[in-house]
């Protein structure tokens, strides 16, 4: 039986609660086999973003071409790609090998408010990467850079799903994780129809990482055969659970825990064989 393998072509998170640290804890968290490339170097914690050094993008290509040309990857994911050449760079090696699960979560902004990606990059986003993707997964701000304007409620959503479809992709999916309410609502594309995912809002401040985590989570999902919808679907549950465990570490925003519902299970499971000596 062939081994569900995923990788991740994003930043590294020095506090651990995003980029490709929460995206191996991902993968792992749900059996699938991780391979990473590092895109950028961040000086990060739950405070913010203090410092980021760019990888060269040769240096991304010979991580991508290191990993692509020997590893069976099944679903790939982007997450911060920090600069246009980078994003060039990843989007012509992706399509040199066939790479057709491919998410992008376009990665600009850090829950910090601190941003990940110039600027002058969202062009090279929009045009050169995201048209690859079978799934596209931006937050609000991110789907209202892209479209070059705000969203603020669920039919703006729906409305920029569809607009966010005509860029390329085979699927859309617009987080309203930051929309009021007490209903966390998604939107799903796939080019027919409207899917709405809802889950009930978690009171808790600790979601660092969050968009990260739920891309990753479609990843893996991706990597063991689920068509996308599927994928999503049990991706929202996911990101849910890992949100509602979320790790109070540092001062400031701490991150989701795509473990928590792993080791809760494997506490529970001790406790009930220790009631049973």
């Known amino acids: 039986m062939s081994k569900a393998i995923a990788l991740t072509i994003a930043g590294s998170d020095s506090g651990g ?15 699938a086999y991780g391979t990473s490339v590092i895109t950028a170097l961040t000086a990060q914690n739950t405070k913010g973003v203090h410092g980021i050094h760019a990888v060269p993008h040769d240096f991304v290509k010979s991580q991508i071409d290191a990993v692509l040309s020997d590893i069976r990857v ?19 090696r992706l399509r040199y090998y066939r790479m057709d699960k491919l998410v992008v979560d376009p990665v600009m902004v850090a829950e910090s ?27 609000l701000a991110e789907a209202g ?21 005509s860029l390329g992709p085979r699927h859309v999916l617009v987080k309203g994780g930051h929309l009021p309410g007490e209903e966390k609502i998604d939107i799903f594309f796939d080019g027919k129809t409207i899917h709405r995912l809802a889950e009930k809002k978690i009171d808790t401040v600790h979601t660092h990482g969050t968009g990260c985590t739920y ?18 679907q049990k991706a929202k549950v996911f990101i849910t659970e890992a949100i509602k465990h979320g790790v109070a570490v ?12 792993l080791w809760e299970e494997l506490n529970n499971y001790r406790a009930k064989c220790a009631g049973k000596d």
Do not use: C, W
Not at 145 to 165: C, F
Not at 217 to 228: D, R, S, V
């Open 74 to 92: 099944k679903a790939v994911k982007t997450g911060m790609l920090a600069e246009a050449a980078i994003i060039e760079t990843v989007a012509e």
């Open 17 to 31: 609660g995003a980029g490709i640290q929460t995206d191996l804890k991902t993968f792992a968290a749900l059996n």
């Open 145 to 165: 850079e892209l479209l070059g304007r705000q969203l603020e409620t669920v039919d703006e959503m729906i409305a920029a799903a569809r607009d966010l479809y």
């Open 250 to 261: 540092g001062e400031g925003y701490g991150p989701t825990d795509p473990m928590g519902s």
């Open 215 to 232: 891309a990753a989570a479609i990843t893996a999902y991706l990597a063991h055969g689920l068509a996308p919808l599927a994928a999503v």
């Open 113 to 139: 408010g601190d941003r990940l990606l110039e600027e002058s990059a969202i062009e090279a986003l929009r045009t050169k990467l995201i048209p690859q993707a079978l799934i596209v997964t931006p937050n």
